[in-house]
């Protein structure tokens, strides 16, 4: 947090860059000479949009992306914590900056924390400061973005945008120990493309890409809201059902395999393994699935095999 002190002594014009991505800010206050007199001093330097009514801002606030809320502390429907508060539950991305008089600083201090301000500013304020305070929320507001999208990018496979090995053995491993915890089914589907070398080897490799995607896409919306989908490697694919039995698993591959020969991109075959009776690890779990979908390729192919219990 920052707090900005109007009495200290003037500082040279903070140097802020001119060239913003046009994201906007949003300032909510009750008094509208306040809410003029912010957006003369930052014009030019992103723009604002303006509200007096908190629960209109948040209405804003739902429709629209904003880097920053400014919010001042006392207004008579919602006070700025309260308001603010819930913009950090709804939209913790986005900075929160609160505006006050220095003499309500030390009545607010015990309530502050609870919207988990980024920074304050008292009135009234110098517009060297206020311009540094725009941006170190825009600065702080692009490090969270980038590092959202990196850990995406860690967790992601590249070219089919499915979860990568690496997130699948973490959810399988936080799966089972939620099932054994609870008591709860889980069921791990393991799926190979057929004759994907095939393809491969007769229609070069962008097909083969497209194939894969394709594939991924219709896993993906096949899937209920609580699974995952992930590609496991190569042309194998996994999915990770929690609260399912072996015949809700069959199931879900059994639609997942007609949408695949109605596309005629492929077929699938599938190895299904559920906790607790064939695996009770993640490690058992897969070597389970694993050895479920031999079977169905040594039956024929585009099928499906649950594993024996151990």
């Known amino acids: 947090m920052i707090f900005v002190d109007p009495n200290k002594e003037n500082k040279n014009s903070f140097d802020i860059p001119l060239n913003l991505p046009p994201l906007p800010i949003l300032v909510v206050d009750d008094e509208p000479d306040i809410l003029k007199a912010i957006e003369r001093d930052l014009r030019g330097i992103c723009e604002v949009i303006t509200c007096t009514d908190p629960q209109l801002a948040l209405k804003k606030i739902a429709e629209q992306e904003f880097f920053l809320v400014v919010s001042d502390l006392k207004m008579p429907e919602m006070s700025g914590i309260e308001f603010l508060e819930k913009v950090a539950k709804t939209k913790p991305q986005t900075q929160r900056l609160c505006l006050t008089a220095f003499v309500d600083l030390m009545e607010a201090a015990p309530s502050i924390n609870r919207a988990r301000l980024h920074q304050i500013i008292t009135k009234p ?70 004759n994907f070398k095939k393809i491969n080897d007769e229609f070069g490799h962008p097909a083969g890409d497209k194939t894969l995607k394709g594939i991924a896409q219709i896993l993906e919306s096949g899937r209920r809201s609580t699974d995952l989908a992930a ?13 399912a039995q072996a015949d809700q698993a069959r199931d879900i591959a059994q639609r997942i395999l007609s949408q695949l020969k109605h596309s005629k991109l492929t077929t699938l075959s599938f190895g299904i ?24 390729k040594k039956q024929g192919k585009a099928c499906i095999v649950v594993s024996e219990t151990t």
Do not use: M
Not at 233 to 243: V, W
């Open 125 to 194: 304020w110098e517009k060297s400061d206020l311009h540094e305070a725009i941006f170190n929320a825009r600065g702080q507001y692009d490090l969270h973005r980038e590092n959202i999208i990196l850990r995406e990018q860690a967790l992601s496979d590249g070219l089919t945008g499915l979860a990568n090995q690496r997130y699948f053995w973490s959810r399988l491993s936080s799966e089972i120990s939620r099932a054994k915890r609870f008591g709860r089914p889980l069921s791990l589907v393991l799926c190979d493309a057929d």
């Open 273 to 296: 393994a559920t906790f607790p009776d064939h695996g009770q690890t993640p490690q058992s779990l897969v070597e389970a699935a694993d050895q479920a979908l031999l079977q169905a």
């Open 231 to 243: 590609r496991y490697g190569g042309e194998e694919f996994a999915l990770i059902l929690p609260e």
